[in-house]
């Protein structure tokens, strides 16, 4: 009798390793890569984060991305509060953005100090597919301008994008201004 229930529980555990071998493992979503290089291509974006910071999942990146050569308006931290129109420009992007397929181009310096992937993000389909999503908010008047060395190559269009937004009174340019939208900080560029 002892040999029967020994052999049976031989044959549960044999059943059980060859089951366990049969059912697929969910593969691992990627990782945010730290400092390791990540290529041009498509990607899905899973969050909007604010106006100027997306979270995005592609072949070798999941993690944030920080748009290249704009700067939008804050939105509410705990502790510190929005700036002017920082609520507006994160509703654009994310109506423009979220749960779309994007092409992403990182910048020549891909990372940001906080370890973000810096890049441009073009929407491949939506409202404003095939347009620069940095040229398009700055158009619309959600960012200013941020230039910052070496990640340079869009500088002048946005800076002719920011200067017409502020032209003609789109977005945070007629709404409240540079001081409101961008508490404590600098004019920069053309912003």
Request: aromatic letters at 4%; proline letters at 8%; one cysteine or more.
């Amino acid at each position: 009798m002892a040999r029967r229930s020994s052999l049976l529980i031989l044959l549960v555990l044999v059943g059980a390793v060859v089951l366990a071998r049969l059912v697929p493992v969910p593969a691992e979503a990627p990782r945010p890569t730290g400092n390791g290089s990540v290529a041009a291509g498509p990607a899905v974006v899973l969050e909007v984060l604010d106006g100027d910071t997306i979270r995005v999942r592609m072949t070798e990146y999941e993690g944030p991305v920080r748009i290249v050569g704009i700067d939008t308006p804050e939105i509410e931290h705990p502790g510190k509060p929005a700036g002017c129109f920082g609520a507006q420009a994160a509703a654009a992007t994310r109506d423009w953005l979220l749960g779309r397929t994007v092409s992403l181009v990182p910048a020549r310096e891909q990372r940001d100090r906080y370890d973000r992937l810096l890049a441009r993000v073009e929407p491949s389909d939506g409202p404003i597919a095939g347009r620069d999503l940095a040229g398009t908010l700055a158009l619309s008047g959600f960012a200013r301008e941020l230039t910052i060395s070496p990640n340079t190559d869009d500088a002048a269009a946005i800076g002719v994008a920011v200067r017409s937004a502020q032209r003609h009174g789109r977005g945070l340019w007629a709404a409240c201004g540079f001081t409101a939208a961008f508490p404590g900080k600098e004019p920069v560029g053309g912003g």
